[in-house]
């Protein structure tokens, strides 16, 4: 092998050299980890940006494949991985700013190890007094815990809404006058529906009016959504059952009354009992009067099918002297009115036959020598209710119903209400990631001011500086006297070593 001349070789490094001053050195400079910190920061203003955006808005409206929760994790998962690669070249930095003054060879190691991952640096954490190191140790464990809070960020809460094109309706009735059609074959008796009505719930065969059914108007609804519902504020006349043991406010023409008198208890008198005496019979006493009825703040939903009055009071019935078939009804004396227009009409007809239809009902007893009632079927059902004051007002609830579904109610609208799941922000879980970014940017800031202060290249995670010493190179080939980080790199690819054991002492040695 010709050995080159020992000038030409120096010449030529001295142009190496002069030729590192000239380029800017990109492995030893903080430009990318600037970089690193800028996107991360760039990528936290973007999350509170989108969070901003999305925060209260309808989660249906989000169009998009991706969820809210997924655009969230992308951003905070980029936002991390910039943010660790400043924490980690400033750990590897550090190797080379601390030995201006004596410090434990072991630090290198533990520096190195701190730069690799979490466990390294919880490793630091026990080695190190607080500095700078263990401020990129905490930063490398903390970021295990961004993920987690990121997750938290969303949440999806439901409430009731008001749409725009969607409106909801009740029935209200303010007169009942039902007719006699000519081909009824029941003409002369009372109203089917009323019939239908009071059978039903004496034989308890409780079952919805689908005449009822809360109705929508709307472009595209389906009725019975889960959670829809309606509010209304409104006022109408029903019937009511009224469990007094007097008079209420001196009205004595109700449509039906009832006195239930119960022996529970049969006495059989002998020798031994022939003074006892009788037990006191449970006495119930019920009337079925017209009323009026306000209701307030009341909503129809899938589980809550049946509105609530608020307020209830009876009305008087008084036979009209210009139209003797039509019964008008009007408050007590001295009462003021539940709704605005307080006129309240039905028909003679069918006053007198619903009166006599409860009454023939209703009117049973069961003589005590006898196994046959005055209307056995009647007594039969009657004899097994529990509480007679309940199933009357069943019944009249029912009927209630006919009449508000009848031709003259009237629609009264309310609010139609939709459940809708929302997306909402909790702003508190962003503090911990937006705060872990600004530190480590805080972190590469003072590393690199240190650093440069110390006027100590930015070796960082590069191990050829430290194999200087245990290199064997021709001498065109020499990279103790490179400074230029990029220079050493590219004059490493150029160099083949081996490795040799002399006694102990490791070396790489050109090939």
């Known amino acids: 092998m010709q050995q080159e001349n020992p000038h030409q070789c120096q010449k030529n490094q001295n142009l190496r050299l002069q030729r590192q001053k000239k380029v800017f050195d990109w492995a030893g400079s903080w430009i990318w980890e600037i970089g690193g910190a800028a996107l991360s920061i760039v990528c936290i203003a973007l999350l509170i940006g989108f969070l901003a955006y999305v925060n209260r808005k309808p989660y249906p409206n989000w169009q998009y494949q991706a969820s809210p929760n997924t655009v969230v994790s992308i951003i905070v998962t980029v936002a991390k991985a910039a943010m660790l690669a400043p924490v980690s070249s400033c750990l590897s930095q550090l190797k080379w700013t601390q030995y201006q003054t004596p410090t434990p060879l072991y630090h290198i190691h ?36 961004i993920d987690p809070f990121a997750q938290q960020i969303l949440s999806y809460p439901s409430h009731h809404v008001l749409p725009a094109n969607e409106t909801a309706s009740v029935q209200r009735a303010q007169e009942y006058i039902p007719g006699i059609r000519a081909d009824d074959p029941a003409t002369g008796g009372l109203p089917a529906p009323l019939q239908i009505a009071i059978l039903n719930r004496i034989s308890e065969a409780r079952t919805p009016s689908s005449q009822l059914a809360l109705q929508y108007v709307t472009e595209n609804w389906e009725y019975g959504r889960r959670g829809d519902a309606l509010v209304l504020d409104r006022r109408e006349w029903t019937c009511v059952t009224k469990l007094r043991n007097e008079e209420i406010f001196g009205i004595k023409n109700a449509i039906a009354s009832l006195l239930e008198v119960d022996y529970a208890h049969n006495t059989i008198y002998t020798l031994e009992n022939a003074t006892k005496f009788e037990e006191k019979p449970k006495i119930t006493q019920c009337g079925v009067f017209f009323c009026e009825k306000q209701y307030t703040d009341n909503y129809f939903s899938l589980h809550h099918h049946q509105v609530q009055p608020s307020r209830s009071q009876p009305l008087f019935v008084k036979n009209d002297s210009m139209e003797p078939s039509t019964i008008r009804l009007f408050l007590p004396p001295g009462t003021k009115t539940l709704s605005e227009n307080s006129t309240y009409i039905t028909d003679g007809n069918t006053f007198g036959l619903l009166n006599s239809q409860l009454t023939r009902l209703l009117n049973t007893t069961s003589p005590f020598a006898s196994d046959m009632s005055t209307n056995y079927e009647m007594f039969i059902i009657l004899s097994n209710f529990k509480n007679i004051n309940e199933t009357l007002t069943s019944l009249t609830t029912s009927l209630t119903d006919v009449i508000r579904a009848s031709p003259y109610s009237i629609q009264v609208l309310g609010q139609a209400f939709r459940t809708t799941t929302f997306i909402s922000v909790r702003w508190p879980w962003i503090i911990f990631p937006t705060a872990a970014v600004l530190l480590s940017t805080v972190l590469l800031m003072v590393t690199a001011i240190t650093s440069r202060r110390l006027h100590t290249v930015g070796w960082k995670s590069c191990v050829l500086e430290l194999l200087v010493g245990r290199l064997e190179t021709r001498p065109e080939h020499a990279l103790g006297p490179l400074r230029n980080v990029d220079e050493m790199q590219r004059m490493s690819k150029k160099i083949k070593v081996t490795m040799r054991d002399d006694g102990g002492t490791v070396s790489f040695v050109e090939h």
């Open 110 to 145: 533990v520096l190195d190890e701190a730069s690799r991952g979490p466990w390294g640096a919880f490793q630091l954490l026990w080695v190190f007094t607080p500095s700078l190191a263990t401020v990129g140790a905490v930063l490398a464990i903390l970021a295990l815990a």
